[in-house]
């Protein structure tokens, strides 16, 4: 069955530490990747996509991702992170008719 | 540009009640999905509509859930009757309806639903 691993459920860190979430998925699936987050009570936002080209992809906060096909992974990295960078985020793969596969999530706590 | 909308935001019942989601995508797209999201998991998917036809409704289970969109553009999910299992929160997410899976889903804020 297609599937998208998040080895971590939780992932404390102080401010302005460098921080990774990592994110594998399993090779039946299509390697259009997404990252998500998810602010407290608030709904999924789309962080990051993989489509094709680069395999390394930024979005405008600083995060990053890179596309791994030997690895089969597509983890999410940012150099320093602030307090407003906790949350949950949700990695996910596209399996195919536009079914987005989603990982359990990591919840990022950004500690002072 | 409006967002994904989604109401009630929560909604408390008791057991073996109807309940009902509503949502209203962006304007424009013509692909809706409606998600489940379980405590501590990621959201997963019930059924997607392509216009007013469900294309995917697979992970629906329709002894007790059904969904609409008659005119292509909101939706409503139902439960009837509601059980203790179904707290969860319900998400709702449009696209434009892109060929392939390269089309980006936008989420709603979600309806936080507690069966008692």
């Known amino acids: 069955a297609q599937s998208v691993t998040q080895l971590d459920s939780q992932v404390p860190v102080f401010e302005e530490a460098p921080v990774e979430l990592r994110c594998n998925y399993s090779s039946s699936v299509s390697v259009y990747l997404f990252w998500y987050v998810q602010y407290p009570n608030q709904g999924l936002q789309l962080l990051l996509k993989?489509?094709?080209?680069?395999?390394l992809v930024e979005s405008i906060n600083g995060f990053e991702a890179e596309f791994n096909k030997s690895q089969t992974s597509f983890h999410l990295r940012k150099p320093s992170v602030h307090i407003s960078d906790t949350a949950e985020y949700f990695c996910a793969a596209s399996g195919g008719y536009n079914k987005l596969i989603f990982g359990a999530g990591t919840r990022l706590a950004v500690h002072p | 540009e409006a967002g994904v909308v989604q109401s009630p935001r929560y909604k408390i019942i008791e057991k073996k009640q109807p309940v009902a989601f509503w949502c209203n995508p962006i304007s424009g797209h013509n692909t809706l999905y409606w998600y489940l999201q379980n405590l501590g998991q990621g959201p997963e998917l019930l059924i997607r509509y392509e216009n007013e036809e469900a294309v995917d409704d697979s992970q629906l289970p329709k002894d007790r859930f059904s969904a609409e969109r008659l005119k292509g553009v909101d939706s409503t999910l139902k439960i009837q009757p509601a059980e203790l299992g179904d707290s969860a929160v319900y998400l709702c997410?449009?696209?434009?309806?892109?060929?392939?899976?390269?089309?980006?889903?936008?989420f709603g804020p979600g309806t936080r639903l507690t069966v008692l």
């Open positions: 997410a449009s696209s434009r309806g892109l060929a392939g899976d390269a089309d980006t889903q936008y």
């Open positions: 993989y489509l094709s080209g680069s395999t």
